[in-house]
């Protein structure tokens, strides 16, 4: 099955400043890119997600690219503000099954004011 | 409003003890899935349901089954529960597939 890695599994950042996740995969069958976001005791969020025949995609403050042939893909946060306090998960389908997504471990991300 | 509702929401139980985790979405959704969530492993995927009557293994399935009869509802039922299935589950709904799941609030589960 699918193997999704994630990195850093912890982000201090200050506010203000970017910061960035990167979740890398091995199934190069794999072609759908989620982003989730899990605040405190709350449920997971989708974000942002991408598609296989793009290489970066942009939405306000966040962005995603893909890196296809290096099998990874990363989350950019900018200009970070106390409300981007959370965990984020980076996932992928198993391979040419989607309906089976696995999920990196989760980075938490801290924003320091 | 378009949601994903569990129940219940906090369940301490004993060893043993057959239980039943529901879960309900109001979207028409065809797909839905069960995860658990453990600090430091991410969300694994226990079942996953297609459609009504299909419903296939995901990555964690042992000691779990599941059931699709109605598009609406998809219950986790633990047989027989051990401490090792001590961990938050969520449900999750999709219009298709891994494209944009829909989670439920959460089920925070002990076995003691």
């Known amino acids: 099955g699918e193997n999704v890695e994630q990195h850093p599994s912890t982000l201090s950042v200050q506010e203000g400043d970017s910061a960035v996740i990167k979740c890398t995969y091995s199934d190069s069958a794999s072609n759908y890119f989620p982003w989730y976001k899990q605040e405190l005791g709350k449920r997971p969020q989708l974000i942002i997600d991408?598609?296989?025949?793009?290489g970066e995609k942009k939405d306000q403050r966040i962005a995603v690219t893909l890196n296809k042939t290096a099998k990874h893909f990363s989350l950019h946060i900018t200009e970070t503000q106390p409300e981007d306090s959370a965990v984020y998960f980076c996932a992928a389908p198993n391979g040419g099954n989607d309906y089976k997504l696995s999920f990196g471990a989760g980075t938490t991300v801290t924003v320091r004011a | 409003e378009a949601q994903v509702t569990q129940n219940p929401r906090y369940l301490i139980t004993v060893t043993g003890k057959k239980l039943t985790v529901t879960c309900s979405q109001n979207?028409?959704?065809?797909?839905m899935s069960w995860y658990r969530q453990d600090p430091g492993l991410g969300l694994r995927q226990i079942y996953y349901s297609m459609n009504v009557e299909v419903t296939d293994k995901g990555d964690v399935p042992e000691g779990y089954k599941v059931s699709r009869k109605e598009k609406r509802n998809f219950p986790l039922i633990l047989e027989s529960p051990s401490p090792n299935q001590t961990s938050l589950y969520f449900c999750a709904s999709s219009w298709g597939g891994s494209y944009g799941y829909t989670f439920g609030s959460g089920t925070r589960l002990t076995v003691v």
């Open positions: 991408i598609r296989s025949n793009v």
């Open positions: 979207m028409n959704h065809e797909y």
